[in-house]
């Protein structure tokens, strides 16, 4: 996974989240008055933890408070996000979501614990990510077409790690398989950035 900073989409970022509070500036002048707490629903190292950091070193620079980035990963986003849907809408609590946690999740999960629309306010779109296939090196496999021809030859001996059940990973993986015809055993983790830790 490749991490890039556009400094021009960055910057309207953070002018777009000091725009947000604007309006409440007249009814509370003292915004924010205490530390900030920033959860990111997924494993240490990951995309959405790295760009809660960034983000959050940013707000703590311009507003002079506190940002704590948390990390609460599991359930595919949704431990973290439901600790952000019911604390307080005061604007201390925030959750950095994702398409698992704030759109696929609702249609995998019978009982979600949280309403991704009713339950969330967004402020804004921080970062658009494409996924990735990789092979760990040892495997003698150099494209597609040997993957494809490896799974069909071995059903249910190869094996690929997702952020966790629903997440945009694990569904590109049985998308994958179906569009194949292939067997391979899916092995979800707590975030990308332990799968991909694994794998290397």
Do not use: C
């Not at 309006?23 to 959405?48: D, F, M, N, W």
């Not at 494209?143 to 021809?149: K, R, S, Y």
């Not at 049985?174 to 899916?186: A, C, Q, R, Y």
């Amino acid at each position: 996974m490749l991490f890039t900073e556009e400094p021009m989409r960055f910057a309207r970022l953070i002018a777009a989240l000091v725009l947000a509070t604007a309006p409440l500036q007249p009814l509370a002048q003292s915004y924010p008055a205490k530390s900030i707490r920033i959860i990111a629903p997924v494993a240490t190292g990951g995309i959405a933890d790295y760009y809660s950091r960034v983000i959050g070193a940013r707000m703590q620079e311009a507003w002079g408070q506190p940002v704590i980035v948390e990390n609460r990963a599991g359930g595919g986003g949704n431990i973290g996000s439901d600790i952000v849907a019911k604390s307080p809408p005061d604007g201390y609590t925030m959750v950095m979501g994702f398409v698992g946690s704030h759109a696929v999740n609702p249609f995998l999960i019978k009982n979600m614990p949280y309403d991704p629309q009713r339950d969330f306010v967004p402020v804004a779109m921080v970062i658009e990510a494409e996924g990735m296939l990789a092979v760990h090196p040892s495997v003698a496999i150099n494209t597609v077409a040997d993957l494809i021809a490896m799974a069909k030859a071995h059903p249910g001996k190869l094996s690929y790690a997702s952020g966790g059940i629903g997440t945009a990973s694990h569904l590109a993986g049985e998308l994958f398989k179906s569009m194949t015809g292939t067997d391979i055993v899916h092995i979800p983790y707590k975030g990308n950035a332990p799968a991909i830790a694994d794998l290397t």
